[in-house]
């Protein structure tokens, strides 16, 4: 199987502090994870692709100082949302990419989400 | 910029109806489509293609691409009040997935 997790998944903070999301892929390893936001209604919008043992690579419009992603080992990437303000409420998902598997024929397997409540 | 436009937008059927779902994208150096269903937490995994004319099939669920119209289409037959979920399309250019904003399927019993 490929399966991915991801903790917590329900946060509610208060304006202004920081939240950590893990993703870890539990029986595979990925040198690509990628971070998602949903909001309510509305698709999946991709906000950064983290690469195991190198700098994130962050979508137009998205904040790199406010979104930290770290991507220590083949299994677990995390984003913090850092000073996280009600707008910031909203639905985080992860994905994970086999490692070694081609580009064509390649799936991404989704965690079940982070939902963030910014009070 | 990669586009990936999904209809109808949302589509309300009585169980034991058939219904097919529309993505239409623009992508450069298209890869493949992946259809995806969502319920209240993340998308689970679907069909993948990569190949024109060639369906997918899943039960009563099955899909198909057209590359050179750039459109595929999800069937879904004798609709079940389980099917009620969004369905994404997402096309695959170089590295990244990009979603449709999805159709959000209900079925009536």
């Known amino acids: 199987g490929a399966v991915v997790s991801q903790h917590p998944s329900r946060v509610i903070c208060k304006s202004g502090t920081s939240v950590k999301i893990e993703c870890r892929s539990l029986?595979?390893?990925?040198?690509?994870m990628f971070w998602y936001r949903q909001f309510p209604k509305q698709s999946l919008m991709l906000m950064a692709t983290?690469?195991?043992?190198?700098?994130?690579?962050?979508e137009q419009g998205v904040e790199k100082d406010k979104f930290l992603i770290n991507h220590a080992s083949l299994t677990l990437s995390t984003l913090t949302v850092t000073s996280a303000h009600p707008e910031d409420s909203s639905f985080y998902i992860c994905?994970?990419?086999?490692?070694?598997?081609?580009?064509?024929?390649?799936?991404?397997?989704f965690g079940p989400g982070t939902r963030l409540l910014v009070l | 910029e990669d586009k990936v436009v999904q209809s109808p937008l949302s589509l309300v059927v009585h169980e034991g109806d058939t219904v097919t779902l529309n993505c239409s994208y623009e992508?450069?150096?298209?890869?493949?489509l992946l259809w995806y269903k969502q319920e209240k937490k993340a998308p689970t995994f679907l069909f993948m293609l990569?190949?024109?004319?060639i369906e997918k099939k899943s039960g009563r669920l099955s899909s198909i691409l057209d590359k050179k119209e750039l459109f595929s289409i999800l069937n879904i037959t004798a609709t079940q009040t389980g099917d009620s979920a969004i369905y994404l399309c997402?096309?695959?250019?170089?590295?990244?997935?990009?979603f449709g904003t999805g159709t959000r399927l209900t079925i009536i019993p």
């Open positions: 029986d595979f390893q990925a040198t690509t």
């Open positions: 997402a096309t695959r250019g170089n590295e990244k997935l990009t």
């Open positions: 994905s994970a990419r086999k490692s070694g598997t081609s580009v064509l024929g390649e799936t991404q397997y």
């Open positions: 990569t190949s024109s004319g």
């Open positions: 992508v450069t150096n298209f890869r493949s």
């Open positions: 983290s690469n195991e043992g190198s700098k994130a690579t962050y």
